[in-house]
């Protein structure tokens, strides 16, 4: 990379839609361990990031972003973050930063978008500005990058937009696991009928429609009926403002009949207890009907914690090249594909032949790590003021 000749100082505005007072959301956790990890000097610039907490409680709000952008060289802008909800506004972010540009000196805006694919079309349309006028986009995968550049809005914008692929990690950290205390968790979870075969279930994460909560009730119901001793943990829940899902999927829970089956923990905060809970399964579920993705944070969890897990395959070829081998995952039994529309008769079967439990020593695979993540920001960075963007 060519040396940046008189430059200056630059200062970052992170625009942050999550507060971990009282917010839950994915997005909003990783740029918050993101701003924890990017160092200030980085060869031959000095960075200044400041954390803006951006949550507009009305329309007026959304156009007030240069009150907290503050003399920002560059604004960041992660998307999407639960706080912001199905709003349409943050499509004007980028819009209002390029207007306050034209009073206060030039901004570059960068967005990293966290999905593109599978997003819908009225929330693409809604975002056009925002990605339209983004002088870099940052994308979390490979599918990502490429399902953008295939769309108008890539095509129109073409070679004129920087973009990178920079892959995320797991938020959670895995401690060191003690041997005693997972037994003991699996213990106390499954009830300690040692006559039956027992089989638990695990599930991290935010429960959406897209991973198929309900076949996992229906795999618990049919494994039981057959006389194992099975549970589902889960270690999650719904997103604010899904009352009505969450209310739905516990009304199907007691319609099986399988309250006592279903161990529902909510969000762990001790990060030791969840490892240790989550350690105790057999086996992990996620069934993205999508297919599994290198975005997944909390697929990445379950690597790092050395647990079997039971996945879709990923619908896109090259998603984990340079990452991990899927194959070799595959091969070592810690992997098991199944297709986004196998029966329940199918899973039931794949539950019932796997391995016994062991208790994991190891990490599977291990997720990218993040000092990379921060090293490559860095470097996207780099690139922009490269191209003669904003140098403030």
Not at 79 to 93: D, M, Q, T
Not at 134 to 140: A, E, N, P, Q
Request: glycine share 8%; net charge positive; hydrophobic share 40%.
């Amino acid at each position: 990379m060519k040396k940046i000749e008189n430059f200056r100082p630059l200062s970052i505005s992170m625009l942050i839609g999550y507060d971990s007072a009282s917010d839950r959301c994915a997005v909003g956790e990783y740029g918050e361990r993101l701003l924890k990890i990017l160092p200030a000097d980085q060869k031959n610039i000095k960075f200044y990031f400041k954390r803006v907490i951006f949550k507009p409680r009305s329309v007026v709000d959304w156009f007030r972003v240069q009150d907290v952008i503050g003399g920002a060289s560059i604004v960041h802008i992660q998307y999407p973050f639960e706080a912001w909800g199905n709003s349409p506004f943050p499509g004007v972010l980028a819009l209002v930063v390029k207007r306050v540009s034209q009073i206060k000196g030039p901004i570059s805006v960068v967005t990293t978008f966290h999905e593109w694919h599978g997003m819908h079309w009225m929330r693409r349309l809604s975002v056009f500005p925002l990605a339209y006028f983004s002088d870099m986009l940052i994308f979390v995968s490979r599918r990502e990058r490429d399902a953008y550049g295939k769309s108008l809005i890539g095509r129109l914008r073409g070679n004129r937009q920087l973009r990178h692929i920079i892959p995320i990690s797991s938020n959670v950290n895995v401690p060191v696991i003690d041997r005693a205390s997972v037994a003991t968790e699996r213990a106390t979870i499954l009830g300690g009928q040692s006559e039956r075969r027992e089989i638990l279930l695990g599930f991290f994460g935010f429960i959406y429609d897209w991973k198929q909560p309900y076949k996992l009730l229906s795999i618990i119901k049919e494994l039981r009926n057959d006389g194992i001793n099975a549970k589902l943990l889960i270690c999650g829940d719904f997103p604010d403002g899904h009352e009505d899902q969450r209310a739905k999927f516990w009304l199907t829970v007691a319609e099986l009949g399988i309250e006592h089956c279903v161990i529902h923990k909510g969000y762990v905060e001790d990060e030791v207890l969840l490892a240790h809970m989550l350690a105790a399964c057999d086996a992990h579920l996620y069934l993205y009907k999508d297919g599994l993705s290198s975005r997944r944070g909390s697929f990445w969890y379950s690597m790092k914690l050395g647990v079997r897990v039971i996945c879709t395959p990923p619908r896109y070829s090259g998603e984990f090249d340079g990452l991990i081998d899927l194959d070799k995952l595959v091969d070592a039994g810690d992997i098991r594909f199944v297709e986004p529309n196998s029966s329940i008769e199918d899973l039931v079967s794949v539950a019932k032949n796997l391995a016994d439990f062991r208790i994991p020593t190891k990490a599977s695979a291990e997720p990218p790590d993040w000092n990379m993540i921060a090293d490559l920001h860095h470097v996207a960075y780099e690139n922009l003021l490269e191209k003669g963007a904003a140098i403030k």
